[in-house]
């Protein structure tokens, strides 16, 4: 009698604990980023230029992406005290808590033709990144002699990787990830 009892105290604290239990919280994403935050550098130049900046939120990092119409593979992205202007040397205004200078080895618009293929309405605010977990400000501090540079105001020094992506079509992508966190 007394183990029924027993079993039956068990049975009922277990049917409480089920019934008014709080709801858990979703889990955060097991993101397992091993990037690290030192500079990165690749690939050769090109006369292939870039068409489009944009970028993009996930759930571990941050996205910009720059689309090249052509062959490009040469970059290189390091953190930064100050981001300059290519030509002129003045520092580049970025909001965040660190910036990510990064190079790609290709011209923003056409030199040979002098048509544009890329010249942003406000190159301070390449894309709006109102509501981003890391980016702040995404800024282009100019195009010289074959190569641009762009500034990204992150939130803090944070992992970051850069991977070249062949395609679509005769396209080209360099992206920049830049992780929520350590």
């Known amino acids: 009698m007394k183990f029924v009892k027993t079993w039956l105290a068990i049975v009922g604290l277990l049917a409480a604990f089920i019934l008014f239990a709080p709801a858990s919280a979703q889990a955060a994403p097991y993101c397992g980023i091993t990037w690290g935050s030192l500079a990165k550098a690749a690939g050769t130049g090109s006369s292939a230029p870039i068409t489009n900046v944009r970028a993009g939120r996930h759930d571990c990092f941050d996205r910009m992406v720059l689309d090249i119409s052509g062959h490009a593979t040469g970059y290189s992205a390091a953190y930064v005290s100050t981001v300059h202007r290519q030509g002129s040397g003045t520092a580049v205004a970025l909001r965040g808590g660190a910036f990510l200078q990064v190079t790609v080895k290709a011209p923003a618009y056409y030199v040979s033709t002098g048509v544009p ?52 079509g005769s396209t080209t992508r360099i992206i920049i990830d830049v992780a929520h966190s350590w």
């Not at 074959?146 to 679509?168: C, E, H, I, K, N």
């Open 117 to 168: 293929s890329y010249l942003p309405a406000n190159p301070a605010e390449l894309v709006n990144t109102a509501g981003f977990a890391t980016f702040r400000q995404l800024a282009l501090a100019g195009s010289f002699e074959g190569s641009t540079t762009l500034g990204v105001g992150v939130r803090a020094r944070l992992p970051f990787t850069v991977s070249v992506l062949d395609g679509p």
